[in-house]
């Protein structure tokens, strides 16, 4: 029976933190779940400038999170995602 336990969930999880730390992304993701395209294409149409404003006042890397309202709220950091990456020693 195939599965993901918690372990490879944690693992995958940092993996994804890390490809957008290194990648220096700014990402919004979508967080009220199961909802009809139609209804999550209004949302991010809806936060269109409060992403923009999210931009202008976060460095990248970051991760917002932007609901079905179009509500944009922080995620993670700058600083929280810029300490995942590993220490270099030059």
Known sequence: MGGINKGQENRSRYLELLAVAQGNVRLFAFVDGNVPGD??????????????RFIRGNQAPFIAKVDKSGL???CKNQKELLRMLPKTSE
Not at 39 to 52: D, H, P, R, S, Y
């Open 39 to 52: 209804v999550m294409a209004q949302a991010f149409v809806n936060a269109l400038e409060k992403m923009q």
């Open 72 to 74: 944009v709220k922080p």
